[in-house]
């Protein structure tokens, strides 16, 4: 069973940074490729970034502009999201995702619970 458990959320000022957390298993950190989505009040999820497994390269939505860095411990079969430059269009529930499909921006179907980030303008 694929468990995936997010942290990092909370409230920053514009032009602030976060780092969000997704802490896995070992197998789930190996096999899969992971990502990130956000869904926005009233709008629907949309994907921010993903990385494949192995480190097999990264992509990004293109509303990211290099403000944002996904990216993996391998000790800690922990995934990050750093992001900087942030903006209050940024205020969203986060969510990881993991998968099979190398680099695609559709979704795998195995999620974590979310973790909200705002913020304030």
């Known amino acids: 069973q694929v468990r995936l458990v997010e942290s990092g959320g909370g409230l920053v000022q514009a032009g602030g940074s976060l780092r969000l957390s997704c802490a896995t298993d070992?197998?789930?950190?190996?096999?899969?490729?992971m990502g990130w989505y956000r869904q926005a009040p009233g709008k629907e999820r949309e994907f921010v970034a993903a990385?494949?497994?192995?480190?097999?390269?990264?992509t990004y939505a293109d509303f990211v502009e290099g403000r944002f860095t996904i990216s993996k411990d391998n000790a800690k079969n922990t995934v990050y999201l750093q992001m900087n430059s942030l903006k209050s269009e940024d205020t969203a529930v986060y969510y990881c995702n993991a998968g099979l499909t190398y680099l695609t921006r559709s979704p795998g179907d195995k999620w974590g619970q979310g973790t909200q980030v705002t913020v304030s303008s």
């Open positions: 990385i494949a497994s192995l480190n097999r390269g990264t």
């Open positions: 070992e197998r789930t950190f190996i096999v899969y490729n």
